[in-house]
């Protein structure tokens, strides 16, 4: 631990060597810097709180793995002291290249707390937060997890192997508790008791003491292998490049998954029989006597007091600030506590947010430090909305899983109902997920800004693509609801179970459609082709016994060619198009007439708006700007604004 001097005297030399400080609310700041900025504010609780320190720490990380993403080593991390409005805060900043391969200058900030937790929690905090959130994880998982976000509440599922999850938590931190008190009681009264009471002997029979000296002895030592060989794993998952869908990666963490699963069952075994040979005569002693470790008793009594005290702290260090935050029993206790945390990180967002240099403002939170930040951004805006569109959502067992369409169209079954003539799954020819999802996104962002006319707050949007896709089944799970069967998809409406929902082939190879299933689309074609017959047929819904009428019309059009289908469809009020390729789908009458085809001056192409507005018509902007198009005009806007110097040349750069 370093003492308050040391911090004053480093932090001091720290400023010596770095200078001034920047002031970034000068109007110098608002020009354009010579390549673009990104800020990155991390919110933590984390470390002595020597300026610079966390920060270098932090900054070296993304270096490292900006670097091993781009393929080109970032080095020459600086620090700086800045100046933001009335707000002197430190910064660290490197160099690297985005994924085009353009210089990008990052900016690292930092939000901390330490000073203002340290010495304020204990370990009875801790440990009571930790047991009670433990306990009403289990009583409570069934349930769905509820939580305010963004100005309204959002539900979250729990995970199958959550209350396994949290009833080993619960032991292992119960056992340790077990122990803790253990190794004090013996500790103790070996090492005490002769002190204060002379010659006495002590409480505990010398056999239960050298047993409890060996089951502990042996306790520790499997806790330093087992931690020991986590940290090689640890050490060994850093030098692994590129670790996304990596099997190296991911057999170090099932190796590590499998070390911490074993350690559990082991730390409740000890506790367990600890406290029997304590408080009991159930175990018999003579069990675990282990000679060696008898001879070395104050040794292991050492170590193990060593260890308990290190544990201690470590858990006051890690989740005090975690406790006193979150925990809603002693919302009045540390209600300061918590205040202090709030303001510190809300003020250092506030400055960083109001630097006009940066492109984007990436906000990181270790432990706490994700609720912070999320408090921080609320409290900033609380009208926010938010809208995130994934794969499979922020909760489920797929959270985490990636995905794109394809996929997505899958699992969500549709592609069991997309048949070919081979009666085998076929790849729609567009990406529906990806647009249905968008369409989604942009129909919940609305209704969440409509919303927040009325209450001035505004909301989380968490979107699914694979719910998306469920939801848009909504035809086709007639079967499945009520009967528990896979639909037959020649057999059902819209996936060729009905005569007027059907592809048909003409005589040039070419194909149309019949698109309307109504009665009178019905009628209308089956007595012009003096077939009323078979009206009867598509009268009882879709299903095999509309074969008849399918190949009937398969016979009638098959001796047409598409024009001459079209000509005679034409004629009759029936549902009906031709299958058009691409390009013929651009030169089709329709599309010309309403202007959907729209040329920039260079004669490209382009689809026009499809949302028309009658009183506001939208404005078609084509003409995308070459690089350094706007220069000049900017320049000369800077120039009169009188942030810039009037010299051209000093503006541009």
Sequence with gaps: MLLKKDLHERSAAIERSVGAPVNLSAPAAGIAPAKPRVAVFVAHGMGQQVPFETLDNIAEGLARAAGRH????????????????????????????????????????????????????????????????????????GSTFQRWLFGGVVSFGKQKSSALMLAATLAAVLSLAVLNAVIALAAGDRLLNPVLH????????????????????????????????????????????????NKSWQAVNACAEVLLWAWVPFTIATAVIAALLLGTHVFPPELLHCRWLSKVWMLVWGALLVASWFIRGVLVQYMGDVAAYVSAHWLDRFNDLRRKIKDAAFKQAKAVYSVPDYQCIAMVGHSLGSVITYDTLN????RLV?????????????????????????????????????????????????QLSALQGL?????????????????????????????????????????????????????????FYQLYETCDGRQIVLAGQETKFVSNLLNALARPDLITFCLRGPGPHQQPVIDFLKSTFGRMSADEALTFLSGLDVCFGRVNTLPEALEDENVQARGMILRDD??????????????????????????????????????RSGVAPAGRSSARQ
């Excluded at 030592?221 to 996304?244: C, D, E, F, N, Q």
């Excluded at 693509?465 to 609801?481: E, K, Q, R």
């Excluded at 018509?617 to 005009?633: C, F, I, Q």
Aim: charged letters at 20%; proline letters at 6%; aromatic letters at 6%.
């Design 198 to 245: 002379g010659n006495n002997p002590t409480v505990i029979p010398p056999a239960t003491f050298d047993a409890l000296t060996s089951l502990t002895g042996a306790y520790l030592l499997g806790s330093l292998l087992v931690g020991g060989v986590l940290a090689a794993l640890y050490y060994g998952k850093r030098s692994i490049k590129s670790p996304s869908n």
């Design 70 to 141: 781009s393929g080109t080593p970032v080095a020459g991390i600086r620090a700086r002291t800045v100046q933001i409005d009335d707000i002197k805060t430190q910064r660290t900043e490197f160099d690297m290249k985005d994924a085009a391969g353009a210089d990008v200058e990052v900016h690292v900030y930092e939000a901390y707390w330490a000073p203002f937790t340290e010495g304020q929690i204990n370990l009875r905090d801790v440990m009571s937060f930790l047991i009670r959130a433990g306990l009403n994880g289990l009583l409570n998982c």
């Design 386 to 434: 938010y809208c995130s569109i994934s794969a499979f959502g922020h909760e489920g067992t797929y959270r985490n899983r990636p995905a794109h369409d394809l996929a997505l169209e899958a699992m969500s079954g549709v592609l069991s109902m997309t048949l070919g003539n081979d009666n085998k799954p076929a790849i729609p020819g567009i990406p529906i997920a990806d």
């Design 379 to 382: 409290a900033r805006n609380p």
């Design 602 to 639: 260079a004669g490209r192409r382009h689809i026009a708006p499809v949302i028309r507005f009658r009183d506001e018509p939208s404005e078609s902007k084509l003409d995308a700007p070459l690089l350094g198009a706007h220069t000049d005009e900017i320049v000369e806007r800077v120039r």
């Design 443 to 499: 129909a919940a962002v609305l209704m969440a800004l409509y919303r927040r006319e009325s209450t001035g707050r505004g909301d989380y949007i968490d979107i699914a693509m694979h719910d998306t896709m469920l939801a848009a089944c909504g035809n086709l799970f007639g079967p499945v609801m009520a009967e528990g069967r896979q639909p037959i998809a020649k057999h059902e409406r819209s996936t060729g179970g009905s005569a």
